[in-house]
T-cell receptor, first 115, second 119 residues
Framework: SAVISQKPSRDICQRGTSLTIQCQVDSQVTMMFWYRQQPGQSLTLIAT?????????ESGFVIDKFPISRPNLTFSTLTVSNMSPEDSSIYLC????????????FGPGTRLTVL | AQSVSQHNHHVILSEAASLELGCNYSYGGTVNLFWYVQYPGQHLQLLLK??????LVKGIKGFEAEFIKSKFSFNLRKPSVQWSDTAEYFCAVNDQEVSGGTSYGKLTFGQGTILTVHP
């Protein structure tokens, strides 16, 4: 299994600013992902965080808006840039540990409110 | 693109009632199927998964799900619910072809079903 922590757990931000969310896993993992859950909606995959290379973004998400880093096998960051109220969501990090046989574990999420 | 549909947004049951939550997906290729649960104030956690083999899979806390390929369905069942099963339940699908043949990653989630169990 894997224990995933995220910082911050919640934040209230002003329009036009940026926020960086950190995701830390307690063990080495193969894959890490970032999801968004908008109010009243399901989880939507933003991107796959690739270790040592650029993230792979899903349709509708771009690097300029959601830059992602993954410097090692246990840590990743997601930045929400130039925020608008439409970015208000819960952002979740997930990971697949090496010994999990493809089970994807999720972090507690970061609840972002943009005013 | 894959899409996942959960039939009910909110289900309300009394304790000991039987539960069935519907889940249908759109893509007909090789898929891996999951049910996740999110209890109030807690992380999303895996309830059960199907990769191959017996289409009837058993998960934690007495839950089971049946994969019916011809119906593109993966319904979640529990014969007798408890108050502690109150949570939101998400069906998710991973397309092996979309993911480059790997059997993990790129989950597409359904809208979620909120289950409320009254004591």
């Amino acid at each position: 299994s894997a224990v995933i922590s995220q910082k911050p757990s919640r934040d209230i931000c002003q329009r036009g600013t940026s926020l960086t969310i950190q995701c830390q896993v307690d063990s080495q993992v193969t894959m890490m992902f970032w999801y968004r859950q908008q109010p009243g909606q399901s989880l939507t995959l933003i991107a796959t965080a690739n270790q040592g290379s650029e993230a792979t973004y899903e349709s509708g998400f771009v690097i300029d808006k959601f830059p992602i880093s993954r410097p090692n096998l246990t840590f990743s960051t997601l930045t929400v840039s130039n925020m608008s109220p439409e970015d208000s969501s819960i952002y979740l990090c997930s990971a697949v540990p090496y010994n999990s046989y493809n089970e994807q574990f999720f972090g507690p999420g970061t609840r972002l409110t943009v005013l | 693109a894959q899409s996942v549909s959960q039939h009910n947004h909110h289900v309300i049951l009394s304790e000991a009632a039987s539960l069935e939550l519907g889940c249908n997906y759109s893509y007909g290729g090789t898929v891996n199927l999951f049910w996740y649960v999110q209890y109030p104030g807690q992380h999303l956690q895996l309830l059960l998964k199907y990769f191959s083999g017996d289409p009837l899979v058993k998960g934690i806390k007495g839950f089971e799900a049946e994969f019916i390929k011809s119906k593109f369905s993966f319904n979640l069942r529990k014969p007798s619910v408890q108050w502690s099963d109150t949570a939101e339940y998400f069906c998710a699908v991973n397309d092996q072809e979309v993911s480059g043949g790997t059997s993990y990653g790129k989950l597409t989630f359904g809208q979620g079903t909120i289950l409320t169990v009254h004591p």
